[in-house]
């Protein structure tokens, strides 16, 4: 059984930053691609960024040029590094983990941007 497990969400202010962090009970580079979703209340969950075991990496549109996708293999952990932040940004935010076609989700941790 793969636990995620995410943390790092709080509250900040438009224009700020915070770094969210999701650590691995298995070595992540196993997985075939970690990513970030998040889901605003009454709104599908959507993906934010994604990273593969490549590197290779995708943003949604909407986070473009904000936020960062990092992964240290080492720590079996996966970062989002979100600056310049926004009130529609506000979400719970879940960490996910692609492998051998079974999808691993993490509890979600909050994020919540005041204008």
């Known amino acids: 059984q793969v636990q995620l497990v995410e943390s790092g969400g709080g509250l900040v202010q438009a224009g700020g930053s915070l770094r969210l962090s999701c650590a691995a009970s298995?070595?992540?580079?196993?997985?075939?691609?970690m990513g970030w979703y998040r889901q605003a209340p009454g709104k599908q969950r959507e993906l934010v960024a994604v990273?593969?075991?490549?590197?290779?990496?995708n943003y949604a549109n909407s986070v473009k040029g904000r936020f960062t996708i990092s992964r240290d293999n080492a720590k079996n952990t996966v970062y989002l590094q979100m600056n310049s932040l926004k009130p529609e940004d506000t979400a719970v935010y879940y960490c996910?983990?692609?492998?051998?076609?079974?999808?691993?989700w993490g509890q979600g941790t909050q994020v919540t941007v005041s204008s």
């Open positions: 990273i593969s075991n490549d590197g290779s990496t």
């Open positions: 298995r070595t992540i580079f196993r997985f075939n691609a």
């Open positions: 996910n983990g692609l492998k051998s076609g079974y999808d691993y």
